[in-house]
C-alpha cells in the first residue's frame, strides 16, 4: 500500500471533511504492526546515512488537536533512532522573548543541522491554527486583533510560511508535515482514559476539554491551512488517527518514502584521506 499517495493533501480539491479518521487501508493491527517494524529497521539505516554524509536534514512537523497522539508517535516511530541526530521541540505558548520577534523567529532557531532529523511537536502552524481560532492572541504580538477577521491576513501568513519552507529546501532541508485526524468522538474517549487511568492523569488538562468548543473551527483552521501550504516540495499528509496502531505505520511508511527519495550516501573519502587511513593502518598492525 503507498501511504505517501493514499494520504498526501493534492494541489485542489482538498476536503477535511471528506478524509476518514478511522481508514487503516485494508490492513489489521497484525500485519500493520510488523510492517512498521521492518520499515523502522530501513529507516535507522538511512538516518544513519544521512548523519555521515551531513549534507542535508530533515524536518517532520506534526500537528493535530490534543490527544490525537503525536507524542505517542514520535515515540514509536523516532525511539529506535540515534539521538545524537535527532532532535525534538515542541511549541508551546510564546515566551515574552519569542513574542519580542516576527513569529517564524523561534521555528527558525529550531531548524535542523545538516546531517540531523529535527521533529516539531507543534510549530509555526500554531499561527495560523490556534491564533486564528483566538484572534485574540494577536494582541501578544502587537498587532490588532481585529485583523484576525480579515482573510487577507491569513492569506499573507501563508505565504510567509510557504516561502519559508520553500527556502528551507533551497538549503537542504526537507520538510514533511503530518496532520493527525482524530475524531471528535475518540478524543472525548481519549480524555475520559487519562482522567481513569492515574499514570495519565498528568496529560489531562481542562484547557484542553474548554478546547472542544471550538472543534468546528479548529476543523475549517485546518482545512484551510493544509490547502493552503501543501506543496510539491513540503508536503502535507492527513493520517487518520482513530487506530493508533496504523497511524504510526503510516508516519513510518511516509517517512521511509522521504528519506529514500533522499537517498544520502556515506561519504568516500579522498585519495589524501584514503592514503592517512592506510598509513594508521599500518601503523596500528606494527604494534
Known sequence: MDYE?????PPRGFELAKRPTDDAAGTDKASSEKRRLKDLERLELLQERLYAEGRRSLLVIFQAMDAAGKDG?????????????VSVTSFKQPTSTELAHGW??????????????????????????????????????SIDPARGADRDFWKQRYEDITTWERSLHRA?????????????????????????????NWKFSPSDVAERAHWDAYQDAF????????????????????RKWFMRTAVAAILLHHLEDMDPRFPEPTKEERATMDLAVKQLEAE
Open 5 to 9: 499517495k493514499r494520504f498526501r493533501v
Open 73 to 85: 508517535t514520535i515515540t514509536h516511530v523516532m525511539g529506535g533512532l540515534n539521538p545524537q541526530g
Open 104 to 141: 517564524l523567529w523561534r521555528c527558525q532557531v529550531a531548524v535542523p543541522a545538516r546531517g540531523d532529523i529535527g521533529i516539531f511537536n507543534r510549530s509555526h502552524y500554531e499561527e495560523v491554527l490556534a491564533v486564528r481560532v483566538h484572534p485574540e492572541w494577536l494582541a501578544a504580538q
Open 172 to 200: 537542504g532541508t526537507r520538510v514533511v508535515k503530518f496532520f493527525l485526524h482524530v475524531s471528535k468522538k475518540e478524543q472525548r474517549q481519549r480524555f475520559l482514559d487519562r482522567v481513569a487511568e492515574p499514570e495519565k
Open 223 to 242: 482545512a484551510a491551512a493544509l490547502r493552503a501550504t501543501s506543496t510539491k516540495d513540503s508536503p502535507w499528509y492527513v493520517i487518520p488517527a482513530d
